[in-house]
């Protein structure tokens, strides 16, 4: 079992930025490929960004050029810094973690985090 806890969500203005973490306890973190998802009201959740296992990386079209993902692995953390954010970025962020590879579909992920909120104001 992996315990991932996410941190760091709040209510910025556009164009602002936030960095979020994701905590994991349980098993060898640097075993799991990790990824960043969100969902706004009313939508389907979808795949921000990712980080496999040697920090290949991975972004959604929508953030690209605007949103980083980094993982240290001595902390067992991962992160996601968020620069210019929008306010089509507002939604709750999941940070999920999955064996072997990458992945930008939401079941492939072995275990989720409750969440955090962003909320960007225009």
């Known amino acids: 079992q992996v315990q991932l806890v996410e941190s760091g969500g709040g209510m910025v203005q556009a164009g602002g930025s936030l960095r979020l973490s994701c905590a994991a306890s349980g098993r060898t973190f640097s075993d799991y490929a990790m990824g960043w998802f969100r969902q706004a009201p009313g939508k389907e959740r979808e795949f921000v960004a990712g980080?496999?296992?040697?920090?290949?990386?991975y972004y959604a079209d929508s953030v690209k050029g605007r949103i980083t993902i980094s993982r240290d692995n001595a902390k067992n953390t991962v992160y996601l810094q968020m620069n210019s954010l929008k306010p089509e970025d507002t939604a709750v962020y999941y940070c999920?973690?999955?064996?072997?590879?990458?992945?930008?579909?939401?079941?492939?992920?072995?275990?989720w985090g409750q969440g955090t909120q962003v909320t960007v104001s225009s």
């Open positions: 980080i496999a296992r040697n920090n290949r990386v």
């Open positions: 999920a973690a999955r064996t072997l590879l990458v992945s930008y579909s939401v079941p492939d992920y072995d275990y």
